[in-house]
Each structure stands twice: as structure tokens, then as C-alpha cells.
């Protein structure tokens, strides 16, 4: 639909600028991407990057948890699960994809600023943004990071196309920009509030008279339900509750505001910092406190997220200088990390190190928005845009990605600045010195915005840089020794095979080290090293028929191999999981019997042991699976799996144990709580203790 205007559109300039800018970010994205494939940083994933990556994994094989609310974002979980479904390995097609999304940002900023100011503003901002060194490293990252800078500029040119032809269809896309970037992190619904604003504020009563004010807010906030409104209800289908998104919101804002933040990611002492154990911890710590243990995930969350509000109103003067610490942190020129370091990555990835960082831009930045403030009026969009991320930054702690989707409009205020300080040289002087008058300030806050913050040395961030780069240096001399062997091996050398594969096993290139061994088996059927050692490596890359394929021929080249019993077991129960539910049955049983086997081959198999445990609670066998716990951690004291195991006994209210087996549960717990204090792992020594609480309670309301 098109609503009339009373004037046409300006032309758009510079169209062979714009196409310079994308393809110079384009340039500087590809070369970044080459380098990095050829770096010891390829392949591996932590923490949320292996988080997102095994989600995209799983819906690509149909076996992603279909039972709890998202934790998470899941817009860029389905877009990894997309193209895994669609290929057997695709990293590196969609770091491309990636590449070019970023070098659309760009454009995207480029053609914003070419409607807000002027053509030399349009091409400073543009140029800024393709090469600026945090933006590239976003945006070629396995990560759903890139997606903020690019909804965030998105919505900008969208927004200001409408105003400019008051064609409803730009409306429709900023509205289903505001939707996708919800589903990226919740917190870009505010998003929503400077476009509104934008579109109440009409410049011409002429041009578009209440109604059509109205009807526009309608579309905008339409286009964003549309888009969020599936998730919601697939929540509320699998919870019984509304979840808007995600239930994770409460947790995050408790750890900004509550007794322990201190403007970076500072999680309490009962939080053990991974995404797989994060969000439980956070439950089974509220349910303790509230004394509901069937307190569900989202009423977790609301809980957390009023002990935040209680204990930022119960210190306003802690609250207001927490807020300013996080101000400095967010100008600072350090790039936060969590589970990736922008600063370790730039020793070993060019052209990282020769790009510019937030803190050469932090006093131009400033600048530029001085000089709009006289302009607020119509700057209201890109300036309330920037004001809402900056805001969503000061409520939550920092990492350097949360402040990456205000990196483009911040590009784009520096080159207001760079462009103010520039016009000195070419107007009167009797207005050059006031102007250069700024350059002290800029000076001052740029040097101020680099110096390095204290509260990140506390915060052991060095430290883990430094372990970082030793962890990379160990992989360049693996990926040195696989180039080494590459050369050596010939076409058949079945020798020189299984020491590449290994290498390649420790890179994390399992694919490669499937597709260098396959031949090989093929050849070579009764090789029982190649078997062997392609099973285990299928069992990486998910292909469970295969890997049960060779694993059998392993297991029969030598029956008496404990450990090719123990993987035939935990192939058949993958397969299990993502077979037909009339199938699954009997390749559960099969699991169970070669685990039994590996057990009776090597009875101090703790892998074994423990997964025979793990089937008898699948098949609610309570008892037994305890006493095989119980055993294993008698054998094993350090089997830190075993607590995987024991939780669900502990706390699961269909629970069959007895008070005494509940009492020896609460015994096994604390033994791992003694363990995990003697290796310094105070937040695993807390969740121990808190199950083993349990487990005596529980043991105490039975007799």
C-alpha cells in the first residue's frame, strides 16, 4: 500500500560511493574471514558460540528440546539450523553470508546518512564502518552478534524511507526488523520506541494528517507481532504460560543490579558460568529460596528480576555508581570478552590489527553528538536509536557484543564530528578557532576512553587472555604438525593417516578427519585402528548410522575392546534419540547391552558405568541408577559427570528413591563437593552442596 505524496522523493547520490563502501567492507571482511580459516582460532567454538552452534545442530537432525521455553535468542539458532540441514558443512559459507550482511550495514549507514546530513557525513560514515576492526570481528564470528548492528541500521534506513515516500511497505520492514532483532535479544523492544516517536512527529501536517499517523504506528506494531507471535505461542504450547521470547531476562538483570555486579559479568557464588548449566542454577537457587520447588523457568525469571529492582531501590547511591562504572566501561576502548577476546584475536588474524577500535572513536563520537543536539528535532530516529542501546547496556552488565548494535550509529555520529572539525579549514576564520577549540576535547576524551580500567583486572580478564593465547599457540603447533603430515602422507599411507587424523581430532575438523579416513576403511575393511578411530569421529559429527556401521566392524575385528563397546553404545543411543519413536526401543536396548559388555570388559569403566546409569533413570529404574552412581563415584571420586546424573534423582518430584537412598545420594554429593573445593571450583562446590541439601530434606520427609 502507498500513501500519496505531495512531493517525490530526492534522488538518491552517490550510488557509485555506496557501491565503493560495500565492496571495500566486503574486501576487509573476505580477508579477515581468509585469514581466520587458516588460523588456529578456526573450528573452535566456546561456551555461547558451541552453545548456538549444537542448537543449530540439533533442529538441522530434529532432535532440539521441544519441551521448554527458549533460553535464548533463537533467531540465530533456526538460521544455523537452516544451513546445516541444507549442507554437510557450512561454517564457511555462512561466515560469507555473514560478510556480506555486515558490508549491507555499512550501505545501510551510508544511505542513512546520506538523507540526514550531508554527502561528505554519508561517505566519512561509510568508509568508518567497513573498517572499523570491532564491527569486522562481529560480523565474521559464529555468533549471533552481527544480526544487532545490522537490524539496528536496518530499521534506521527503513524508517527514513518512509518518511521520505510514505510507502507503507518500509514500515513493514522496520517493523519486521524489530521483530527478528527481538529474537536475537529481547531488549531491542525498545527498539520499537524511538521509530514511534519518529512516526508522531510529523514535519508536514500536509503530508499526513493523524489518521495516517495512527494507521502507521498500527503497521509497525503489527509487523513486530507478527513476527514475535509464533514464539509466543510455541512457548506458552510447551509451558503452559506466556514467554514472550525467552525466560532468561529476570537472570541477566539480577546479575547487573544485584549484590555482586560490578559492571562486567560478574555472576553470584552459586552460578557455575556455562550456558548449559547457567539458567538451572539461577532455578534451583530460587526455588531453594522461595521454598517452591515446582516454581517454573519464566516464574524463576520474574523472581530474579524483582531482586534486582529490590536491591538497586535498596541503594540508590550504589545503583547511580554502578550505572556510571558501566558508562566508562561501555566508552572504553577494551572490547569485553566473554567467550571470544578481541584483543587475543588480533595478534593472530590480520587485517585485525591494523583496523581501529572504539576508543579512537570515542571522543569524535562524543563530538558528533554535541554538535546534533541543535538538530535533535530531526535527528530524533538515529539519535533515539542510540539512545536506546546505550541505555540497554546501563541496565545489564557489559561485554564488548552487547554494545555492538550501537557501532554503526555511533560511526555515524564520529563522522558528524570528523566533518564539523574538517568545515574549520574551509570556512571564514572568524568562526576556525572556535571550531578547533573542540580539538582538546576530543584529544582528552579519546585519550581518557583508551586508558586501560582497573575493574577489568579484578575482573581476571587478562589472565584469561593470556591462557587464551597459550591454548592457540598449543593449536598453531597442531595446525603446523597437520600441514607437516599433509605433505608427507601419500595416497594410501594408512601410517601417516591415523596421526593426521588425530591432529585434525584436537583442530576440531572432524569432517576433514572423517573424509581423510573413508577412503581408507573403504580400501582397507579390516584395518581395526582406521575403524576404530573413523566411529569415534562420526560420532562427532553426528552421522550415528555410519558410526555404527564401523564401530561394529570394529567390534568385530576385536570383541574384547572395552572402549569400542562403550562408543557402540552411545552411537546406538543417538540413534535412538533421532529415530522413529517405534525404533527407538530397540536401539536403546542395543546401547544398553554393549555399555553392559564394556562394563563387564573393563569394570572400572567409569564411562560405562555411568552411561548404564543414565538409561536406568531413562527407563525411571531409580535405584539401580543410583547404586551405579554411587558406585561410580566410590571407584571415581572426581567423576564429575556422575552430579549430571544424580540431579535429576534429587530433585525430579516423580523421584522412587527411599529416604536412605536419598540420604546416600545427599553422601555422594557432598563427596563431590569436598572434590570440587580441593580443585578452587567454588560455584560447582555450591550446586553440589545445594543438591545434596535437597537429597537430606527430601530424606527427612519420608521417614
Known amino acids: 500500500m502507498k500513501l500519496k505524496s505531495s512531493e517525490t522523493s ?232 506466556f514467554v514472550a521470547v525467552t525466560t532468561g531476562g529476570g537472570e541477566v538483570f539480577y546479575m547487573a543490579q544485584g549484590p555482586d555486579a560490578n559492571g562486567y559479568y560478574s555472576p553470584p557464588p552459586f552460578i557455575r558460568t556455562h550456558p ?93 553528538l554535541i554538535v546534533s543536539f541543535s538538530r535533535r528535532k530531526q535527528l530524533l530516529l538515529p539519535l533515539g536509536l542510540l539512545l536506546v542501546h546505550i541505555i540497554s547496556i546501563l541496565l545489564i552488565y557489559n561485554f564488548g557484543r552487547f554494545r555492538a548494535g550501537m557501532l554503526p550509529l555511533w560511526m555515524l555520529f564520529s563522522a558528524v564530528g570528523i566533518d564539523w572539525l574538517w568545515t574549520a579549514w574551509t570556512r571564514p576564520a572568524v568562526n576556525r578557532w572556535p571550531r578547533l577549540a573542540a580539538v582538546p576535547f576530543v584529544i582528552l576524551m579519546t585519550l581518557f576512553c583508551m586508558l586501560p580500567q582497573t575493574g577489568r583486572i579484578q575482573a581476571g580478564y587478562p589472565e584469561d587472555e593470556a591462557a587464551y593465547d597459550q591454548f592457540l599457540q598449543s593449536r598453531q603447533q597442531i595446525l603446523q604438525q597437520v600441514n607437516r603430515l599433509k605433505k608427507q602422507m601419500g595416497s594410501n599411507d594408512t601410517g601417516s593417516a591415523i596421526p593426521l587424523a588425530s591432529a585434525l581430532m584436537q583442530l576440531e575438523r572432524f569432517k576433514e578427519a572423517r573424509d581423510l579416513l573413508l577412503p581408507l576403511a573403504d580400501k582397507d575393511p579390516d584395518n581395526l585402528q582406521v575403524q576404530k578411530f573413523l566411529g569415534s569421529i562420526l560420532t562427532q559429527t553426528r552421522e550415528w548410522q555410519a558410526a555404527i556401521a564401523h564401530l561394529e566392524q570394529a567390534h568385530k575385528l576385536d570383541p574384547q575392546d572395552a572402549e569400542i563397546c562403550n562408543n557402540l553404545g552411545s552411537a546406538y543411543e543417538k540413534a535412538a534419540e533421532t529415530s522413529q519413536p517405534e525404533n527407538s526401543a530397540e536401539l536403546f536396548n542395543k546401547a544398553a547391552r554393549y555399555w553392559q559388555k564394556a562394563l563387564s570388559l573393563d569394570p572400572q569403566s567409569a564411562f560405562a558405568r555411568y552411561n548404564l546409569a543414565r538409561n536406568k533413570i531413562r527407563l525411571n529404574q531409580d535405584s539401580q541408577a543410583l547404586a551405579d552412581l554411587n558406585l561410580l563415584l566410590e571407584e571415581h571420586p572426581g567423576f564429575e559427570l556422575a552430579e549430571q546424573g544424580l540431579e535429576p534423582l534429587v530433585i525430579s518430584p516423580d523421584s522412587k528413591l527411599s529416604a536412605e537412598e536419598f540420604q546416600a545420594a545427599a553422601r555422594s554429593l557432598e563427596q563431590l563437593a569436598r572434590f570440587y573445593e580441593q580443585t578452587g571450583r567454588k560455584p560447582f562446590q555450591k550446586h553440589a552442596l545445594q543438591l545434596a541439601e535437597i537429597a537430606t530434606r527430601r530424606s527427612k520427609e519420608q521417614n
Open 276 to 368: 548449559m548449566f547457567e539458567h538451572e542454577d539461577f532455578r534451583l537457587e530460587a526455588r531453594q529460596r522461595t521454598g517452591q520447588p515446582a516454581l517454573s523457568p519464566a516464574e524463576c525469571s520474574r523472581y530474579w528480576f524483582w531482586q534486582g529492582m529490590k536491591s538497586a531501590a535498596a541503594d540508590p547511591l550504589r545503583s547511580g555508581k554502578l550505572t556510571l562504572t558501566k558508562l566508562q566501561i561501555l566508552l572504553n576502548d577494551y572490547e569485553v570478552p566473554d567467550s571470544a577476546y578481541f584483543q587475543t584475536t588480533r595478534e593472530w588474524i590480520a587485517p585485525l590489527p591494523y583496523l581501529p577500535t572504539f576508543g579512537l572513536f570515542s571522543g569524535l563520537g562524543c563530538l558528533g
Open 10 to 241: 530526492k534522488p538518491v547520490t552517490g550510488r557509485w560511493q555506496g557501491a565503493g563502501i560495500f565492496c571495500l567492507a566486503l574486501g576487509v571482511r573476505l580477508f579477515y574471514l581468509v585469514s581466520y580459516l587458516n588460523s588456529p582460532l578456526a573450528g573452535h567454538y566456546r561456551t555461547d558460540h558451541q552453545f548456538y552452534r549444537d542448537w543449530g545442530l540439533d533442529l538441522a537432525q530434529g532432535t532440539g528440546n521441544a519441551t521448554a521455553a527458549f533460553t535464548q535468542g533463537p533467531l540465530y539458532a533456526y538460521f544455523l539450523g537452516f544451513w546445516y540441514w541444507l549442507f554437510d558443512s557450512p561454517e564457511t559459507l555462512i561466515l560469507t553470508l555473514q560478510a556480506f550482511a555486515g558490508s549491507g550495514t555499512c550501505l545501510l549507514i551510508y544511505a542513512s546518512a546520506q538523507r540526514l546530513f550531508t554527502q561528505r557525513v554519508a561517505l566519512i560514515a561509510g568508509v568508518l564502518t567497513a573498517g572499523f576492526g570491532p564491527l569486522v570481528f562481529y560480523d565474521i564470528m559464529l555468533m549471533k552478534t552481527f544480526f544487532s548492528p545490522f537490524f539496528t541500521a536496518l530499521i534506521l534506513y527503513s524508517s527514513l524511507r518512509f518518511r521520505e515516500q510514505y510507502h507503507l511497505r518500509w514500515l513493514w520492514l522496520a517493523g519486521i526488523s524489530i521483530g527478528l532483532a527481538v529474537l536475537v535479544r529481547e531488549n531491542h523492544i525498545l527498539l520499537m520506541i524511538p521509530v514511534l516517536l519518529f512516526l508522531w512527529q510529523n514535519p508536514d501536517a500536509e503530508r499526513a494528517s493523524k489518521k495516517i499517523c495512527y494507521q502507521s504506528v498500527l503497521v509497525l506494531i503489527s509487523a513486530c507481532v507478527i513476527l514475535l507471535a509464533p514464539v509466543t505461542i510455541r512457548n506458552a504450547l510447551v509451558t503452559g504460560e
